[in-house]
């Protein structure tokens, strides 16, 4: 079956720091991969996709690949600001539309 | 152009009562899903309509758990006889289109309470 396996948090990070939250799947097919981002109280918002190997999906800074040969989508940003604390989901589709979750990163980060 | 909608956003039942749980979809959203968010965890899915038809509802518990989409109005997840272990977040998604990467939009979600 459809699995996402994503970094274990907490991570706290410094304002302006690196952010790399690592992803890996299992799927049968060849999947969509997604992060999408929630803040406290909310829904989720789709932070980018890719539909395809070597895609790079990337919004408001946030970056990542879709790695067939390691099946990975590691979220990156360069600079990391207070307003991306939140929690970040990996997910995948593959046929029948639904979406298989890791169980999320909480990032804090501290000015 | 207004995003998924839910209601109520937060809901407290007593052990054994009926929770009801509303989405609209998107403007022009002919698909809708259901996920549940248990505390400290990732969202699982429940069940995925369309207008009129349950299309995949392998997600959902095969007791006291049901859901509609009708032709008209929200699709209604409904809970009989709540229990403790069913406090958690629920969120609907929709999406113009099913497959393909196709980006499935989230509500707020309902927070539902069973005491």
């Known amino acids: 079956g459809n699995s996402v396996t994503q970094m274990e948090g907490p991570v706290t990070l410094s304002e302006e720091a690196f952010l790399t939250i690592n992803c890996t799947y299992t799927a049968t097919g060849y999947p969509s991969l997604f992060w999408y981002v929630q803040y406290p ?71 | 152009n207004a995003g998924v909608m839910q209601n109520p956003r937060h809901l407290v039942r007593r052990r054994g009562q009926e929770a009801r749980l509303r989405c609209s979809p998107m403007k022009g959203h002919s698909h809708v899903y259901w996920y549940r968010q248990l505390p400290e965890e990732g969202l699982k899915f429940m069940v995925y309509l369309q207008k009129e038809n349950i299309i995949d509802e392998s997600g959902m518990p095969k007791e006291r758990f049901s859901a509609e ?31 393909g990467g196709e980006t499935q939009y989230f509500g707020p979600g309902t927070r539902l309470l069973v005491l």
């Open chain 2, 69 to 99: 989409f009708p032709k008209e109005g929200p699709s209604i997840l409904r809970i009989q006889q709540v229990v403790r272990g069913d406090s958690a977040a629920y969120f609907c998604a929709s999406s113009p289109r099913t497959g």
């Open chain 1, 41 to 111: 109280g909310e829904g989720l918002q789709l932070l980018l996709k890719a539909t395809k190997a070597d895609d790079k999906g990337s919004n408001k800074g946030f970056e990542a690949t879709y790695r067939k040969e390691t099946t990975s989508f590691h979220l990156e940003k360069g600079s990391v600001q207070v307003s991306d604390s939140a929690v970040y989901f990996c997910a995948l589709e593959t046929s029948g539309s639904r979406l298989t979750f890791g169980e999320g990163t909480q990032l804090t980060v501290n000015p």
